[in-house]
């Protein structure tokens, strides 16, 4: 009987509930506006890293030297796929 009460107690305040329609935090455009600046920073970093193992790759072959930097320029763009694609990631993670 009491668990019967609950349950139907459980349902009225659920059904009073309804579906919350969702809204924007009141900083929401200074915090999209800092992903947006560090989706920048990680772009420009990946071209940075691309660059340096690009250069990297044309001495090591120039002086005969021991070949890492196929590993770096492998590593910036797997890491490249990884963040651009980060939101993608987390809608499919969340949702």
């Known amino acids: 009987m009491i668990l019967a009460a609950a349950h139907d107690m459980y349902g009225t305040v659920v059904a009073q509930v309804g579906n919350p329609t969702p809204e ?30 690009g250069g990297r790759f044309a001495w090591e072959k120039w002086t005969g030297g021991g070949l890492q930097s196929p ?20 809608n499919a993670v969340i949702g």
Do not use: H, N
């Open 24 to 53: 924007a935090p009141p900083i929401s455009d200074k915090i999209l506006q800092m992903v947006r600046y560090l989706t920048w920073f990680v772009l420009l970093s990946g071209i940075a890293a691309i660059t340096y193992a």
């Open 71 to 90: 590993k770096m320029v492998a590593g910036a763009m797997i890491g490249g796929a990884v963040a651009t694609s980060a939101g993608t990631i987390m």
